[in-house]
């Protein structure tokens, strides 16, 4: 289901620009790697999306969709997310399921594309 839901959001965004450039695997066969940011940003958040960050980059991912769900948290964690995410090389999605405030929307602005879910906040 989560694979289908990611597929959907890719393809929507897709239809608006092209996240590609030359590439050396096709679109079609190059995974999305999805990472969740729900409840309190904190040092185990950072953790967990520089090692998807990683992953993505290891497995030549066309994208990785950040799906995030905050009301906040610790700012240097958030910075630190943040910086990864601008350092990638892979491409970067952001989607705000239901809130990204404070903190979460320092992570949700660093990204090049945001999509916001109906009745979904940042701030």
């Known amino acids: 289901?989560?694979?289908?839901?990611?597929?959907?959001?890719?393809a929507l965004l897709l239809s608006v620009g092209s996240l590609f450039a030359?590439?050396?695997?096709?679109?079609e066969e190059a995974p999305v790697v999805v990472i969740q940011i729900k409840g309190e940003i904190d040092g185990g958040q950072?953790?967990?999306?520089h090692k998807a960050l990683l992953e993505a980059k290891a497995k030549n991912a066309r994208a990785v969709l950040v799906e995030i769900d905050t009301f906040g948290g610790?700012?240097?964690a958030?910075?630190?997310i943040r910086d990864r995410i601008t350092e990638t090389?892979?491409?970067t999605i952001c989607y705000i399921k239901n809130r990204a405030w404070s903190a979460g929307a320092l992570i949700a602005l660093s990204h090049?594309?945001?999509?916001?879910?109906?009745?979904?906040?940042?701030?």
């Open 112 to 123: 090049k594309k945001i999509a916001i879910a109906p009745g979904g906040s940042i701030g």
């Open 74 to 76: 610790l700012v240097d």
């Open 22 to 27: 030359a590439s050396p695997v096709r679109a």
């Open 46 to 49: 950072a953790a967990l999306v």
């Open 78 to 80: 958030a910075v630190a």
């Open 89 to 91: 090389p892979t491409e």
């Open 1 to 10: 289901m989560r694979r289908v839901f990611a597929s959907a959001i890719l």
